[in-house]
């Protein structure tokens, strides 16, 4: 299904009249990290703030939709963003690694897989990762499921 069909749907059974939402897809492995969501294990994520400085683009923002998509673009589920805020990699907390539900879920193992993905991402556009970067952490909570 795609996202604009699902979003249709999510409008008539609610009874909302409003066509504000992004459609996207989870790193490097949106299929698990969609099936977290359905599952509500995954109910946070986190980007690197320059990205969104280098692209132009607003920062997410609490009450904001977002259909999360497969590899495939399939869409999945429709989230709604509950809270945003930034600080520094060095200081997303343990409790924010385990909200993202990935692997044990401890701060140890967020920051090895995101130290990576991060640093894969920013030397895309010539960054260099560091541990001061700021991090956008965005926590949700599913709101429709097909």
């Not at 999510?10 to 409003?18: A, C, G, L, P, S």
């Not at 924010?96 to 993905?117: C, M, P």
Request: net charge negative; aromatic share 12%; with cysteine.
């Amino acid at each position: 299904m795609k996202a604009s069909e699902l979003w249709e749907k999510y409008k008539q059974e609610v009874n909302i009249d409003i066509d504000n939402y992004e459609a996207w897809a989870f790193g490097d492995s949106p299929d698990k990290l969609a099936e977290l969501v359905l599952k509500g294990i995954k109910v946070g994520t986190a980007s690197a703030h320059i990205l969104y400085e280098l692209e132009n683009e607003d920062l997410p923002r609490e009450g904001e939709y977002s259909i999360i998509l497969d590899s495939c673009e399939n869409a999945v589920c429709i989230i709604k963003t509950t809270k945003v805020y930034v600080v520094p990699f060095k200081e997303v907390s343990e409790s924010h690694a385990y909200k993202e539900g990935e692997g044990d879920r401890s701060l140890a193992y967020w920051r090895e897989v995101h130290e990576k993905f991060f640093t894969n991402c920013l030397n895309e556009v010539g960054i260099e990762f560091d541990e001061e970067m700021l991090v956008v952490c965005e926590e949700f909570e599913v709101v429709y499921r097909p």
